[in-house]
């Protein structure tokens, strides 16, 4: 995992991390990404926004995986398919910006690290 990590310095987006494309039913992946410790901050009725907080010297940033509904069923039905994207690390700004583009701090590189290898396994099964 830490060739993701200097892989995607650049943009922060972990192309790398196997996530884009895998499909889940709308219910499975609720209770998998909660399961994880992502919460579904952002949604509208045909897309989805499943974030990890982390807090660093004060600081939050998020890891988040996105997903876009496909096929006939609206987000919040139990059997909508969502087709997630790839990963991107962001920081937050007061009040409500994020900027995509800063790098992992070094005091979050293994946890996130390690939260993108167990969300590839769990996507994986």
């Keep these: 995992m830490g ?21 889940k ?3 499975e992946l609720e209770k998998l990404m909660k399961s994880l410790g992502f919460i ?12 990890l907080k982390y807090t660093l010297d004060g600081v939050d940033y998020f890891l988040r995986v996105p997903g876009k509904v496909v096929g ?3 987000l919040e039905h139990r059997k909508a398919l969502l087709e997630l994207g790839v990963p991107v690390f962001a920081r937050h700004f007061f ?7 800063v790098e ?11 939260k993108l290898a167990e969300l590839e396994q769990a996507l994986a099964s």
């Design 72 to 74: 006939d069923k609206k």
């Design 104 to 114: 992992v701090p070094e005091g979050l590189k293994q946890q996130v690290n390690d």
């Design 25 to 27: 039913e709308f219910g």
């Design 95 to 101: 009040p409500h910006g994020l900027d995509d583009t």
């Design 3 to 23: 060739a993701i990590l200097k892989e995607a310095l650049l943009f922060m987006y972990f192309n790398e991390v196997k996530t884009k494309g895998i499909k």
């Design 40 to 51: 579904r901050w952002t949604w509208d009725y045909d897309k989805a926004v499943y974030d």
